[in-house]
């Protein structure tokens, strides 16, 4: 796409690549860029009718705040008290635990087992082995 707007916005380019359309060719392309510009301009307008209904929705609401004594920050403080703040989960305890040259390594059992858990149940042991005792 990017090499059809260098060619498209590029005059010398642009008159080189149709150099080959006949004069028929030219006038329905032109015709059909005429419409795509029409129909451009429209969506422009209509867009810039509906902001400005918007802004005058906009000042007409400012207008009653201040006319009824209240600010914009008497409404930022009534908007924000309704939020609920996120709270952070504790994290989940240990359920395994080994040790390994005087390390302890603990794990939850979620999420991408440890290597040294990994090496122990390749080499046959079970991962009952390692249960902290009361997490069963």
Do not use: C
């Amino acid at each position: 796409m990017s090499d059809f707007l260098d060619i498209l916005t590029h005059g010398r380019r642009f008159k080189a690549a149709v150099k080959e359309l006949s004069l028929d060719d030219l006038r329905d392309t032109a015709a059909k860029l005429e419409k795509i510009i029409a129909d451009r301009e429209e969506e422009e307008k209509l867009e810039l009718e509906a902001n400005a209904e918007r802004n005058a929705r906009i000042a007409e609401i400012l207008a009653q705040i201040e006319n009824s004594g209240l600010s914009i920050e008497d409404l930022g403080d009534v908007t924000s008290s309704p939020k609920a703040t996120k709270t952070k989960r504790a994290p989940r305890p240990p359920k395994y635990q080994i040790t390994v040259d005087g390390e302890l390594i603990q794990w939850t059992g979620q999420g991408r087992m440890p290597t040294v858990f990994k090496n122990q149940v390749d080499s046959g042991k079970s991962m009952d082995q390692f249960l902290i005792p009361g997490m069963e």
